[in-house]
């Protein structure tokens, strides 16, 4: 008895298109002069309010888009928040962006340092509880997760940062990975993090400052298709060689209370 798959095969080789198979043959042809340099790394934003692209009189606004869903910043694609998106985790690193007030800057961090900085000595803090540099511009924490993004049909690569009232929810994740154990021949041991699938969905958050949309994250568990496997350890092993680059765009500043927790 054929198979789903098989139908489709037998459908798209009925009308002439195109197999799989000779995507397949032709696999990477065209990306030779294709480096890092040249790929815009998608970031997975969480819309808010105040967010361009869920405002309909706005030049950014993306037909679709509401409020507490995602949305990817290359391919421009929406995801349901309720409804949640699968993603493996691949790497993480804290940083600490320099942002200009909202509206007053390039809409995008001003400057970018890494963990180890003495950034925040040169810092005071201001009535909002933000830690103000000398020069006007104040610093926020930023955990940034690397991550493959699990569709029907495909997987692509994505950033998701998280700071100011998200802080706790990055933090819980790492200890949600950090406290998985597997049985091993030499006892327990970690699995990588790209060993398991996450959902992530949307939720309502408010305090004294306002109400905003924050992230929900629950495991799904282990990945047992080994290429998606083989594809998120070599999305961690690019990370951790430095070879990904980030390249941040205005639709990055920060519109939900930015509150130093």
Known sequence: METSKEKQVAKRQEAGLPSDALFEADA???????????????????????????????ANYVE??????????????????????????????????????????????ENIFNAGSDILSK?????????????????????????IILNEKSSETALISMSSTQAKISKKWNSMMMGLKLQGKNGLFTPPTYSHIYNLKTVQMSNDKGTWFGWDV??????????????????????????VKVKHGSEEEPKQPSINL
């Open 123 to 147: 810092t005071t803090l201001d009535a909002m509880n933000r830690d103000r540099l000398p020069n006007g511009n104040y610093i926020q924490k930023t955990a940034q997760h690397f991550v």
């Open 218 to 243: 629950s495991k799904v568990g282990p990945v047992t298709d080994k290429g998606v496997y083989a594809i998120a350890k070599s999305f961690a092993e690019k990370n951790s060689k430095g070879l």
């Open 64 to 109: 679709g888009a509401d409020p507490g869903m995602f949305f990817n910043t290359v391919t421009r694609e929406l995801y349901d928040g309720e409804k949640g998106i699968h993603v493996i985790p691949c790497h993480y690193r804290l940083e600490y962006h320099e942002w200009a007030d909202f509206g007053t800057g390039s809409g995008r961090p």
């Open 28 to 58: 990477k042809k065209g990306f030779e002069n294709v480096d890092q340099e040249s790929i815009a790394l998608p970031i997975l934003k969480l819309l808010q309010n105040g967010s361009a692209e869920a405002q309909r009189k706005h």
